[in-house]
């Protein structure tokens, strides 16, 4: 199966339009104030409204409050909720909407008991973990914690790149990959050339 791509952290029109171009399948919205890709409602609800069809976004939450997540759900086309914070199952599955609860990789980290904890979800995302960085940090974890054994979708995050996109292919073997910083240009810029350098290693490598 083709490994889908997920890139995070957009804030401009363009830059998401470009990614659609290339042939991305979702793109991800941060709304989480302290990164320097948060959006607002109004330029989180431009972007989507600017895609085509069959290019999913995905609006990304660090413990937040369900207020705020009711009012994006209300103001911008979001097909999928993205939660990278402490979040527990039963606070993300109030929502009525798919939801990928992400998971920041240590070394005790047991992914076969989270899968069963968050046994709703639409996919578990593995990231690294970087003290008092919530993500988006551009670092890797030691890909050898995800266990083999799987009962959700496994997208694999933190630290990719076009460089290291075929790699983590072969070794994790994931559902989709989700890159953020490794096709940046500056903070919430995405760069043309290494998104397109990204996907194209990723369908080389499937
Ligand atoms: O992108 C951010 O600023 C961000 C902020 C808070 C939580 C998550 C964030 N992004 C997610 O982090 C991972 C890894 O990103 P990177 O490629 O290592 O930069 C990815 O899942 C983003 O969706």
Sequence with gaps: MRTRVKICGFTHVEDALCAANLGVDAIGLVFYPPSPRNVSIEQAASISR???????????????????IREVLNKVRVDCLQFHGDEPA????IYDKSYIKAI???ADT??????????????LLLDAYHPGVQGGSGSGFD????????SLPIILAGGLTPENAGE????????ALDVSSGVEAGKGIKDAAKMAAFIR??????
Excluded: S
């Design 143 to 150: 890909w050898d914690l995800i266990p083999t054994t799987r």
């Design 201 to 206: 290693k990723t369908n080389q490598a499937t």
């Design 50 to 68: 600017a895609l085509p069809a069959f290019v999913n976004v995905v609006a990304l939450f660090v413990d937040a409050a369900p207020a705020l």
């Design 104 to 106: 920041r990789m240590q």
């Design 90 to 93: 039963e606070d993300c599955r």
């Design 168 to 175: 983590a292919i072969k070794a994790v073997k994931p559902y």
């Design 110 to 123: 047991d992914v076969v008991a989270l899968q069963q904890q968050y046994h709703d979800a639409a996919g």
